[in-house]
């Protein structure tokens, strides 16, 4: 074990406010990120959990999130299956109604606004969600019956069995689900008989986006490359992990959110070096004797250095450790409270790479204290 590790593990209280300040400016950053994606995810949740290994959509969407048209003309759907390799094309419908509830004695009616998605509730179906349970499913099988995610139940006013109105006609809540919150606005699903019975189907020859599946889905990219290059503009293939990393992207270039996360960032580098660096410069002059007795023994102020910046370099391991305990836990309560969280793999990068460079810092930073560390000071 290296005298830094020891060092560390021995006097562990003395750097406790150095790894705390690591761990809490990247759980302000990762805290942030996994919302955003959250939303994004909680959003296109029945495309990602979807049976499809492809997606077309309209050649102007950069993504499922943006501001551009998401139809598409009734034509397309034939052509997809052209493609020897597609097996089966469904539209995906989604609109919007207004949902009023039917309010039990001495409570108050609640009025709102919800987004709506069709499923096609035959078994196997490429549009039915894979996490659906089979009550579900056959919920949807009758007219009239929607189900949306048990944490939308108070913002509806609404429980299993309840009566609401979607859109001026009647509807039965008849399943509840979970992992389908929506942090923005409630989501309610629906079979497409359904969506039709309440005039929100498909209209004026457009169609939603399709979704796709096929005979072998390993060959997804190259199905995806063919049909665009068959295309000719008028549509868009996208394979469902690209495009999902196309929501997420697309969500974390908004301004508003850019600022935020920028801020963020600049804050977490801040108040990491500012405290890291204290901490480190106070730990090293409480322990100053003991540097100074190494220096009477020989060992150089180049060695001393290199056993600060190790020893700063374990104190930003041990920071990493405390962030992911930290993040771990607000995961933990945001999924207690319906509010999904996501954490992409390029800022969980960023985030290790941005606590390591500043307990690197730090560690740099507290250096000019070893000049204090004279074997002369032992005989004072």
């Known amino acids: 074990m290296s005298l830094a590790l020891a ?31 959250g939303i994004v995810r909680a959003a296109t949740a029945s495309i990602d959990r979807s049976r499809a290994d492809l997606i077309i959509l309209s050649p102007k969407n ?16 034939p052509q997809i299956y052209l493609n020897p390799q597609v097996v089966e094309v469904q539209s995906l419908g989604g609109s919007g109604a207004r949902w009023v509830n039917s309010p039990e004695p001495g409570k108050k009616a609640v009025t709102t606004y919800v987004n709506t998605f069709d499923v096609d509730p035959r078994q196997g179906s490429v549009t039915l969600p ?27 006013g609404a429980h299993l069995g309840s009566v609401a109105t979607l859109k001026d006609k009647t509807v039965r809540v008849r399943g509840i689900l979970e992992n389908y919150a929506n942090v923005n606005q409630p989501t309610v699903y629906m079979s497409r008989d359904t969506m039709r019975l309440l ?17 072998d889905p390993a060959q997804a990219q190259a199905v995806v490359d063919q049909l ?89 391991v041990a920071g990493l450790i405390a962030t992911a305990a930290f993040t771990f836990g607000v995961y933990l309560l945001a999924k207690n409270a319906g509010m999904p969280m996501g954490f992409p793999i390029p800022w969980v990068v960023t985030v ?3 606590l390591v ?24």
């Open 7 to 37: 060092t560390l593990i021995y006097e562990w209280r003395r750097y406790t406010a150095a790894m705390v300040a690591l761990a809490f400016s990247g759980l302000l950053i990762l805290a942030q990120v996994g919302m955003f994606t």
């Open 62 to 77: 950069e993504s499922m999130v943006d501001s551009g048209p998401t139809s598409l003309p009734d034509r397309i759907l």
């Open 130 to 156: 894979t996490d659906f349970p089979e009550s579900i499913r056959l919920a949807l099988l009758e007219p009239y019956a929607v189900v949306f995610d048990k944490t939308a139940e108070a913002t509806l």
């Open 199 to 215: 005039g929100m189907g498909p209209k004026g020859g457009k169609t939603g986006p399709l979704m796709v599946r096929l005979r």
């Open 228 to 316: 665009n290059a068959a295309s000719h503009g008028a549509y868009k293939a996208w394979t469902r992990e690209a495009l999902s990393k196309a929501n997420e992207n697309s969500l974390m270039k908004e301004q508003i959110i850019g600022i935020f996360l920028g801020f963020s960032l600049f804050l977490g580098v801040l108040i990491g070096i500012g405290i890291t660096s204290q901490t480190l410069r106070g730990a090293i002059l409480a322990s100053i004797k003991e540097f100074a007795s190494l220096r009477a023994l020989g060992v150089s102020m180049g060695s001393l250095s290199l056993i600060v910046l190790e020893l700063s370099l374990w104190v930003g």
């Open 352 to 354: 290790t790479v941005m």
């Open 357 to 380: 460079l500043i307990s690197i810092l730090s560690g740099l930073f507290s250096l000019g204290v070893l000049k204090k560390s004279q074997p002369a000071d032992l005989l004072r």
